[in-house]
């Protein structure tokens, strides 16, 4: 499992970000305060405040496509 964080701050990034997930085959979580959501349903994440930085939590030993492939969405 790995975790980071990332900020999606409009219409059209949480699209993206979402097509992104569909491609992966594991599953991945987004966590927002105490809410958490299938990182693969955009219904899901528009439920989460967007102005809040989002973790994600990708269910594999290597993350390292997702995060490439979520390069410009990274949190600080």
Do not use: C, N
Not at 39 to 47: A, E, H, Q, R, W
């Amino acid at each position: 499992m790995e975790k980071f964080s990332i900020r999606l701050k409009q219409i059209a990034d949480v699209q993206e970000f979402a097509k992104i997930a569909t491609a992966m085959p594991y599953s991945i979580d987004l966590h927002s305060g105490r809410y958490i959501v299938d990182g693969k349903s955009i219904m899901g994440i528009f439920s989460l405040d967007l102005a809040q930085k989002i973790e994600i939590v990708a269910h594999t030993d290597d993350a390292s496509e997702l995060k490439s492939a979520l390069s410009k969405f990274l949190a600080e």
